[in-house]
């Protein structure tokens, strides 16, 4: 057991000893690891970034933590949490909006 991964639990009384980190070290070492959204900065480079329920974050945050890397957000859009509605209607929106720029998708209006 445990022969090729180890696994890192939070010393945060907050977090009740919630798994909080592993890493993998059977072909190459890998790191699964959560971050709060304000300690982002703290990280090396990711590979892949998963931002769980991104509306919850304020969306300066969101904007600061994406990268030339993988991008993974989800984020619920009805009922209570939904309520911050800013990620879908800004952020998205500027995504897509750049997204069409860096493709070429965005026509020039003379």
């Not at 300690?39 to 969101?62: G, R, S, T, W």
């Not at 309520?83 to 998205?92: E, N, V």
């Amino acid at each position: 057991e445990h022969n090729d991964f180890e696994i890192f639990q939070s010393t945060n009384p907050d977090f009740k000893d919630c798994v909080v980190k592993i890493n993998v070290y059977r072909d190459h070492r890998q790191s699964i690891q959560y971050v709060q959204p304000q300690d982002f900065n703290k990280l090396l480079q990711p590979e892949i970034l998963v931002i769980d329920e991104a509306a919850a974050i304020p969306l300066p945050i969101v904007k600061h933590m994406m990268g030339s890397y993988l991008v993974f957000m989800s984020s619920t859009i009805n009922g209570y949490e939904g309520t911050g509605r800013s990620l879908s209607l800004k952020l998205i929106s500027q995504l897509r909006d750049q997204n069409k720029l860096k493709f070429g998708e965005h026509t020039q209006r003379s």
